[in-house]
């Protein structure tokens, strides 16, 4: 990007062509941030336009990764309000398989984002640090806190009672269960959507084997492993597609979110010549509209062939993942590549923007770690039933309260989010002054 060509290079690693080509500033390494968790320190930082004072921006934010952060999220939030694709006269709610083929990348960019800067870092203990602390402990807090509001989430006591009849030991015990099988199953209901943070943990776990693969052997080595488990995964589409016409052999050498994490860095390195320009954005949004065209028309065709089938459950249908609107399809993890070079290719300029973007991009994952239990809340008060018999029928009242539903739970998520932090600095800056008193006092 043009705008980048005034930054002064402070790190010359193993980058540096890069960086020379687009401008970019490694800050000091650190491990990976997937999703606004404050955890990466090594994404570069768009300079301020020609006139114009510093932006509030923290330092080593990539604006259009924010951006990115921000749209991922809220593919996340309405892959979980999703009404019934399929409707009661058992027919395929066009309308609404729309918006969840749009949503289904979500999961996959979390995870490219997660690789975009990971191989730069060198300390790993302080990214252990700041992933226990940033990731795993707000999740652990969360999953306590839904446990005393629980019986105020379903709506069978209030707020007040709800919490006087939490179980600190049963609360205790199923966090510990979580940390020893890596699953977020016992984490409750209303934290299912938990089970990220411990796939997070097999990125960390890999986290060193990628940096020295990245800094000391050569890229084609990384290509091929990514490569060889989106082989993998384009071979599970093409035998969901068809059934069992043939086999074909499929390796599973590596997990698919190690794949996407390897592919992150690959495409966001590889992207860097061609940044800002027009071309790139017009061929990534093509190339999306096609793999969202065929992502539509072969899941529309797996829900024809499933509902003629007279022994399946249709009810299973409208509650469980459908294969391609998951981020494990072959064809979603290209999608999720293609929005990725599509947001990380435009131009973005304007303070208030930056400023904007900076603000929400700090505050996905508190919003991921939210939305769950606000929805749930929302559903169980009446409110979300009544927002859905306002507009459902069509295929348009459909598209609608997708949308409604969407913005909804994600104000609330960040003014929540917005709240607890801000509470969070203060009692941490009167903490931090109270002990400064204390030890003037004993110096």
Not at 47 to 65: C, M, T
Not at 325 to 352: C, F
Request: charged fraction near 15%.
């Amino acid at each position: 990007m043009n705008d980048n060509n005034d930054l002064k290079i402070k790190n010359d690693t193993e980058i540096t062509g890069i960086l020379k080509e687009t401008g970019s500033v490694p800050s000091e390494a650190g491990a990976i941030d997937a999703s606004g968790s404050g955890i990466s320190v090594s994404s570069p930082v768009t300079a301020p336009e020609p006139g114009r004072r510093a932006l509030s921006l923290r330092k080593g934010k990539d604006i259009n990764v924010e951006l990115l952060r921000v749209i991922a999220c809220l593919m996340v939030i309405v892959t979980h309000v999703r009404p019934m694709i399929i409707s009661a006269d058992l027919r395929v709610m066009d309308s609404v398989l729309l918006m969840q083929t749009l949503a289904a990348p979500a999961v996959g960019i979390f995870f490219l984002i997660a690789g975009f800067f990971a191989p730069r870092s060198s300390n790993f203990l302080r990214s252990w640090n700041k992933y226990l602390t940033s990731v795993l402990l707000p999740a652990i807090l969360l999953a306590i806190a839904t446990d005393y509001l629980e019986d105020w989430i379903q709506g069978s006591s209030g707020i007040i009672r709800s919490m006087m009849e939490g179980d600190l030991y049963w609360s205790l015990r199923n966090v510990f269960e979580c940390l020893i099988s890596l699953d977020a199953g016992p984490f409750g209901l209303y934290n299912a959507h938990l089970w990220y943070v411990f796939t997070y943990m097999l990125i960390m776990l890999f986290l060193p084997v990628m940096c020295v693969l990245a800094r000391h052997a050569d890229r084609r080595v990384l290509w091929f492993f990514a490569i060889l488990v989106s082989y993998r995964l384009i071979i599970v589409d093409i035998e969901t597609l068809t059934g069992s016409l043939f086999r074909i052999y499929q390796t599973t050498i590596l997990p698919p979110e190690l794949a996407i994490f390897m592919l992150g860095y690959l495409v966001y390195s590889g992207l860097a010549p061609c940044r800002g320009r027009r071309l790139t954005a017009i061929a990534a949004a093509l190339s999306l509209a096609v793999i969202f065209s065929a992502m539509f028309i072969f899941q529309k065709k797996l829900y024809a062939d499933m509902l003629a089938d007279p022994s399946v459950d249709v009810t299973a249908l409208n509650t469980s993942s459908p294969y391609f609107l998951t981020w494990v399809s072959g064809l979603s993890v290209l999608a999720a590549i293609a929005i990725t070079v599509l947001v990380l290719s435009l131009p973005l300029k304007g303070e208030w923007l930056y400023r904007i973007l900076g603000f929400a991009g700090e505050l996905t994952y508190p919003v991921y770690l939210v939305h769950f239990p606000i929805l749930a809340k929302l559903i169980t008060s009446g409110l979300q039933l009544k927002l859905y018999g306002r507009f459902a029928g069509s295929g348009a009242g459909e598209l609608i309260y997708t949308v409604l539903m969407t913005i909804i739970v994600y104000v609330l998520s960040m003014l929540l989010s917005f709240s607890i932090r801000f509470v969070w600095h203060h009692i941490r800056k009167g903490l931090s002054a109270v002990l400064y008193r204390l030890r003037k006092a004993a110096d």
